[in-house]
């Protein structure tokens, strides 16, 4: 009995996230076509990687803080230490505003000198993504501290259904009045778009949040909170960002053209990914809660429940792909169509994630973040080496061959830490314990 309420609670808040990733997808994936016919591959490219670069920095300036939050926020929360929550979500706060500031200034100065937009087109679409950096990180920053809380409308909502659907919108608007936009235009909307988004999620955050903490006064432990954020900070963005990083190397070895390809093959089975970061969001916090408690074998169910779901839906995903994948891309240009190949390569990898179950994630909440840092440095090294050898050779199937090793064999190194550290198998292959009974308990 307690198995099946188990099973419907993972599957009822996975719902939440699922249905907000799937409008989202869909809205994604329609500005994505919708720009591939307006402003073209070249356009498209440039947009892409400039977001990518984007995406990636506020990742950096957010230091891990959204990660280590879980632990952090969800362990001084059960301990009634609201100080240490009012202390960690402002400093936090304040730290990744001004490295974003810093960044941004930093790159753009670099951009202007080395590249300067007269000359290099592309710099001035990175130049408007950088303008929308502080923004980005602070609203990535609300979404890390309502996951904590597990307040999953305000993580599944605002920046994979709200953000994808007023980008859409606007769009929508400007094609319909006549307009006929570049890709730096198209960038100054998404940053329009962020700004709105984060203006809304603060006004409905910040008075709960408020009243949550009821006026504690915040209590600060900065050093402890860098020195456990900072290896996340490395495996956030290798492993929260992959696709964006491969994006990147794909327009520096290959060009614009071959970028606006990979990266519609890459967000089409990434469709796939929507499913898995829908059962994660929601199990992830309660595998922190069982960890603290020190219940391995509800850790253990749990996880092993979790991913028998996401290799289920990512198997029937592929599946959807193999069979329907031309015609999806097609939907982009007829130019799309040889990403093919890549877009089943990079669905496998799917599979492959989903079956490994989200190693890397346990060994941060769990305290063994530094466990996860020389896998995610190895990745990367390996990530740049394969595509530098296969993506002048192969294009877009060279990277897409890249990105299934890496992820096959970095999944595998943090199968086995987790084993070895935490002593559960988060895989497909993973025990099921039983529960207990209801009716023992009672009695």
């Avoid at 253990?300 to 995903?317: E, S």
């Avoid at 595998?412 to 207990?436: D, E, K, N, T, Y």
Wanted: proline share 4%.
């Amino acid at each position: 009995m307690r198995g099946e309420v188990e099973s419907r609670a993972v599957a009822g808040g996975s719902l939440l996230f699922f249905g907000g990733r799937v409008v989202g997808a869909a809205a994604t994936f329609g500005v994505q076509v919708f720009l591939a016919r307006w402003i073209g591959k070249s356009g498209l490219g440039r947009y892409v990687e400039a977001f990518a670069w984007c995406l990636i920095l506020s990742d950096v300036a957010l230091l891990g803080f959204p990660f280590a939050g879980l632990r952090f926020i969800r362990e001084r929360w059960n301990a009634a230490d609201r100080s240490g929550v009012a202390g960690f979500i402002r400093r936090t706060r304040q730290i990744s505003l001004g490295a974003s500031l810093a960044l941004a200034a930093g790159c753009a100065t670099v951009i202007t000198v080395l590249w300067p937009p007269a000359s290099h087109p592309g710099s001035a679409v990175i130049l408007v993504a950088l303008a929308g950096l502080p923004a980005l990180t602070l609203l990535r920053h609300w979404i890390g501290v309502a996951h904590a809380f597990g307040w999953f409308r305000y993580v599944a909502l605002p920046m994979t259904v709200f953000r994808p659907l007023l980008f859409l919108a606007l769009l929508a608007a400007i094609w319909m009045l006549g307009g006929d936009p570049s890709a730096t235009q198209v960038m100054a909307c998404q940053v329009a778009v962020i700004v709105a988004v984060l203006i809304g999620l603060t006004t409905v955050m910040a008075p709960r949040l408020r009243s949550q903490l009821d006026g504690a006064q915040p209590a600060y432990a900065t050093r402890l909170w860098l020195r456990t954020s900072g290896p996340l900070l490395f495996v956030s963005v290798f492993n929260g960002f992959f696709p964006e990083i491969n994006v990147i190397l794909v327009g520096l070895l290959a060009g614009e053209g071959h970028v606006a390809v990979f990266n519609a093959g890459i967000r089409t089975a990434f469709l796939i990914g929507f499913a898995l970061q829908a059962v994660d969001q929601v199990t992830l916090p309660n595998v922190s809660t069982l960890f603290a408690s020190g219940n391995r074998v509800g850790m253990q169910r749990l996880l092993t429940l979790a991913t028998r779901m996401k290799f289920a839906a990512a198997l029937a995903g592929m599946l959807v792909i193999a069979v329907f994948g031309e015609r999806i891309l097609a939907v982009f240009g007829e130019d799309f169509v040889e990403g093919h190949r890549a877009l089943l390569i990079l669905s496998l990898t799917q599979v492959v994630r989903a079956a490994i179950g989200p190693v890397d994630q346990i060994l941060g909440l769990t305290g063994h973040q530094d466990a996860s840092l020389i896998a995610s440095g190895a990745s990367l090294a390996a990530i740049l080496a394969l595509d530098a050898i296969l993506v002048p050779a192969f294009g877009v199937v060279g990277a897409a061959i890249g990105v299934l090793v890496v992820t096959t064999l970095s999944s595998m190194w943090l199968l086995f830490l987790v084993v070895r550290h935490i002593g559960v198998i988060p895989s497909l292959f993973g025990p099921m314990p039983c529960a207990p009974s209801t009716s023992t308990a009672d009695s």
